[in-house]
C-alpha cells in the first residue's frame, strides 16, 4: 500500500528563521510528487510537481529537492505570510495509478 | 467567478436528510474530483471525472452520488450521511485528464452531520 508520511507536524519558526519540511514516501514507482500549500478555510493550492529523484523546483522563498525515497521543501528566510499547511502528495505508476497525501506540516512563522 | 467555486460553503444535515453540493469550475479544464478532509487525516481523493466520464470511484459508500453532467459543473448529492462524514469536501479541477496533472482546488464546503 502507497504510503506518504510528512514530518513534522507542526513547525514554529522565527521570520527569516530557515528550515525544511520532509516528506518521506513509499508510493509503488513514483511517477510524480507534489507540493500544495493550504491556508485556513481555503482549498490546497499548488506549488511544485517533481519527477524524477535529484530534480529541484524554486519558488519565491520555497525550494522542493526529490530524492528516490523523499522529498523536502526548503523555506529559506520565511515570512509570517508563509504560515500555512504544507501537504505533499504521490502518484504511483502502473495502469491502476493512485494518488496518496501526506497528512502536512503546518508551518507558522512568527514576527 | 474565477478558479474553482463551491457551494454551500457550510451545510448542516441530519442523518435523514438529503442535500447536494456543487463545485464549477471557470478554468476550461477537462477533469473534475472530489476530496475528502478529515482533520488530522490525508486528503482522501474520492471521485475522478475525465470529461464528463467517472474513472474512478475509491471505494466510496453509495451514500455519496457524483453527478457530472458537463465538464465545468460537478455535483455531491448526499443521503443518509453518517456523523463520521463530517469533514470538508473539496472540489478540484485539472487541464489534464487525469490525477497526474495539477490540481486548483475550490475553497470546500464544511459538512456536518448531526
Known amino acids: 500500500e502507497d504510503q506518504v508520511t510528512q514530518s513534522p507536524e507542526a513547525l514554529r519558526l522565527q521570520e527569516g528563521e530557515s528550515s525544511s519540511l520532509n516528506c518521506s514516501y513509499t508510493?509503488?514507482?513514483?511517477?510524480?510528487l507534489f507540493w500544495y500549500r493550504q491556508d485556513p478555510g481555503k482549498g490546497p493550492e499548488f506549488l511544485f510537481t517533481?519527477?524524477?529523484a535529484g530534480e529541484e523546483k524554486e519558488k519565491e522563498r520555497l525550494k522542493a529537492t526529490l530524492t528516490k525515497k523523499e522529498s523536502f521543501l526548503h523555506i529559506t528566510a520565511p515570512k509570517p505570510e508563509d504560515s500555512a499547511t504544507y501537504l505533499c502528495?504521490?502518484?504511483?505508476?502502473?495502469?491502476?495509478?493512485?494518488?496518496?497525501f501526506g497528512s502536512g506540516t503546518q508551518l507558522t512563522v512568527l514576527p | 467567478e474565477t478558479g474553482v467555486t463551491q457551494t454551500p460553503r457550510h451545510l448542516v444535515m441530519g442523518m435523514t436528510n438529503k442535500k447536494s453540493l456543487k463545485c464549477e469550475q471557470h478554468?476550461?479544464?477537462?477533469?473534475m474530483y472530489w476530496y475528502k478532509q478529515s482533520a488530522k487525516k490525508p486528503l482522501e481523493l474520492m471521485f475522478v471525472?475525465?470529461?464528463?466520464?467517472?474513472?474512478e470511484n475509491n471505494s466510496v459508500p453509495s451514500r455519496f452520488s457524483p453527478e457530472c453532467p458537463n465538464s465545468s459543473h460537478l455535483f455531491l448529492h448526499l443521503h443518509t450521511l453518517q456523523p463520521e462524514d463530517s469533514a470538508l469536501y473539496l472540489c478540484?479541477?485539472?487541464?489534464?485528464?487525469?490525477?497526474?496533472?495539477?490540481?486548483?482546488f475550490g475553497p470546500g464546503t464544511r459538512l456536518t452531520v448531526t
Open positions: 478540484a479541477s485539472s487541464q489534464g485528464s487525469g490525477i497526474d496533472y495539477e490540481q486548483y
Open positions: 508510493v509503488s514507482g513514483l511517477r510524480g
Open positions: 517533481l519527477y524524477s
Open positions: 502528495a504521490g502518484i504511483s505508476s502502473g495502469s491502476a495509478r493512485q494518488l496518496t
Open positions: 478554468l476550461g479544464h477537462n477533469a
Open positions: 471525472y475525465n470529461f464528463k466520464e467517472q474513472t
